[in-house]
Structure formats: structure tokens, C-alpha cells
């Protein structure tokens, strides 16, 4: 079965400084790969997504990731955090069928240090 | 995008009781999603709302507990019924959109069931 595993459930980070979200799947074939952010009593907003094509996406915010087939992985980075990047962070998996059905990781929670 | 809008944005109930949520897009989508994301946890899929035809739920959610009403392309409601405490989530809708690739998620509706 399908699944979603984001292995840090809180990480810390200090203003400024470089961040790495992980995120491991498991699915049959390549997947459409999303990652999303939802910000405290906010709804999820989509950061960026992989489809097929380049393995480095670029999204919102500064963000990318990094598709890794070999490595089932589709890490998030972002070169300098800011404060408003606090939130909690969710990857997701989706059917390439089209059923519109994402699998979602158990989300990641990232605090910024100023 | 879809621009999504969900009604209440937050209620507290009594126990035993239904509430009805309201989910509203601003163009005319295919499919669109309920997703309960409980205390503290990731987001799981409870059905898909189709058109002009019964809901289809996922494993372990029922109609009678969660009945789905989908009357045209730009709105649907789900009900909680017979509320418990465990029922306590925040509910969010999303739309399959941007091409039909991509899910794009209401700001949810927070539910405290005393």
C-alpha cells in the first residue's frame, strides 16, 4: 500500500540558517509528489508539487525539493529561513490516476529560533 | 487555483448532536474532497464528494455517520453526525483543480465536541 513518511515530527532551526524537511514514500510507480504548509489555524496551502520531468522543483516561499527515485525521497529545502516559515509542513502522495486521492505524511512541525 | 471558502470557520457541540459544513469554490470543480485532520495528526481522506451521485468513502467512514451532499459543481456539505467527543478535528474540503493535477485545500472547520 501506498504511504508517506516524514521521519523528524519537530524540527528547530535558527533564523537565517539553511533547512531540510525529509520525506520517504512508498508507491508502485513514480507518484505526483506535493508538499504542503499549514500555518496555525490555517488551511493547507500548496508549496510546490513533482510531476515528471526536472527532479529540482521550485516553489512558493523560496522552497524546492528534490525528487530522488532511487532514494523513494522528495526532501524540502530552503536555503535561509525566516521567522514566518514556522509552521507545520505535510508531504503527500497522489494517485496518477487521477482519483484526486493524496496520502499524507504525519506532517513535520518547524520552529524558527530567532 | 480555486479559491475555497468553508462555513464555520470553528464550533463547539454537544455531544449527540449533527453539524453541517459547508464547503463553497469560486469556479466550477470535479471533484472535490472531505478530509478530517484529528488533534495533533496528519490529514486523512474520509470521501470523495461526486456530483449527481452518492459520495464515496474511504475505509472506515460511513455514510450514516458522515453523510455528503454534492447538489452542483461549486459546493458541497458534509455532516457530522451524532457527535462524540471523538469526533473533535479540524474538517477541510479541497478541490481537484489547476489542470486536474492538483489539490487545492479550504482553511478548514474546527469542531470541539464537549
Known amino acids: 500500500a501506498q504511504s508517506v513518511t516524514q521521519p523528524d515530527i519537530h524540527i528547530t532551526v535558527s533564523e537565517g540558517a539553511s533547512l531540510e524537511l525529509r520525506c520517504n514514500y512508498s508507491y508502485g510507480a513514480t507518484p505526483y509528489l506535493f508538499w504542503y504548509v499549514q500555518s496555525p489555524g490555517q488551511g493547507l496551502q500548496l508549496l510546490l508539487k513533482y510531476f515528471s520531468g526536472d527532479t529540482l522543483v521550485q516553489g512558493i516561499k523560496g522552497f524546492e525539493a528534490e525528487f530522488k527515485r532511487s532514494q523513494s525521497s522528495f526532501n524540502l529545502r530552503k536555503p535561509s529561513v525566516h521567522w514566518s516559515d514556522a509552521a507545520e509542513y505535510f508531504c503527500a502522495v497522489g494517485e496518477k490516476s487521477n482519483t484526486g486521492k493524496l496520502i499524507f505524511g504525519q506532517g513535520t512541525t518547524l520552529q524558527v529560533k530567532p | 487555483s480555486a479559491v475555497i471558502s468553508q462555513k464555520p470557520s470553528r464550533d463547539i457541540c454537544q455531544r449527540g448532536t449533527s453539524l453541517t459544513i459547508q464547503c463553497q469554490v469560486d469556479s466550477q470543480v470535479t471533484m472535490m474532497f472531505w478530509y478530517r485532520q484529528q488533534p495533533g495528526q496528519s490529514l486523512t481522506l474520509i470521501a470523495t464528494?461526486?456530483?449527481?451521485?452518492?459520495?464515496?468513502?474511504e475505509s472506515g467512514f460511513v455514510i450514516d455517520k458522515f453523510p455528503i451532499s454534492r447538489p452542483n459543481l461549486t459546493f458541497s456539505t458534509l455532516t457530522v453526525s451524532n457527535m462524540s467527543p471523538e469526533d473533535s478535528s479540524i474538517y477541510l474540503c479541497?478541490?481537484?483543480?489547476?489542470?486536474?493535477?492538483?489539490?487545492?485545500f479550504g482553511p478548514g472547520t474546527r469542531l470541539t465536541v464537549l
Open positions: 464528494a461526486n456530483q449527481g451521485s452518492e459520495a464515496t468513502y
Open positions: 479541497s478541490v481537484l483543480a489547476g489542470g486536474q493535477d492538483t489539490q487545492y
